[in-house]
């Protein structure tokens, strides 16, 4: 079993700052792609940002093009999303994602259901 941790989450006033990290103790990150996805409430789950095995390529959802940046730290295991000129409309639950179908796969898959592996969620709130 895979276990993925999000944590980073929290309250910020619009226009800030948070970066989220997805860390798998004892499964390596590297081989896999990893996607990041949100749900606020009352709304479906929707695919923010994700990335291919290795430096493979990325996605970003047009929603937070230009604003967020997802990275890997190799040495720490661990991904990121960095969210910058947060808005209130980014309120959500973030997950980050993996599947051992993709081992090595330098694309990401961008939908929810492609994933089998989730963490638990850590919240986002964004005051206007």
């Given at each position: 079993q895979v276990q993925l941790v999000e944590s980073g989450g929290g309250l910020v006033q619009s226009g800030g700052s948070l970066r989220l990290s997805c860390a798998a103790p004892g499964f390596r990150l590297d081989y896999y792609p990893i996607g990041w996805f949100r749900q606020a409430p009352g709304k479906e789950r929707e695919g923010v940002s994700c990335m291919g095995s290795s430096d493979g390529s990325t996605y970003y959802a047009d929603s937070v093009k230009g604003r967020f940046t997802i990275s890997r730290d190799s040495a720490k295991n661990t991904v990121y999303l960095q969210m910058n000129?947060?808005?209130?409309?980014?309120?959500?639950?973030?997950?980050?994602?993996?599947?051992?179908?993709?081992?090595?796969?330098?694309?990401?898959?961008?939908?929810?259901?492609?994933?089998?592996?989730?963490?638990?969620?850590?919240?986002?709130?964004?005051?206007?």
């Open positions: 000129s947060l808005k209130p409309e980014d309120t959500a639950v973030y997950y980050c994602a993996t599947d051992r179908r993709w081992k090595y796969g330098t694309m990401c898959p961008r939908g929810q259901y492609e994933y089998n592996y989730w963490g638990q969620g850590t919240q986002v709130t964004v005051s206007s």
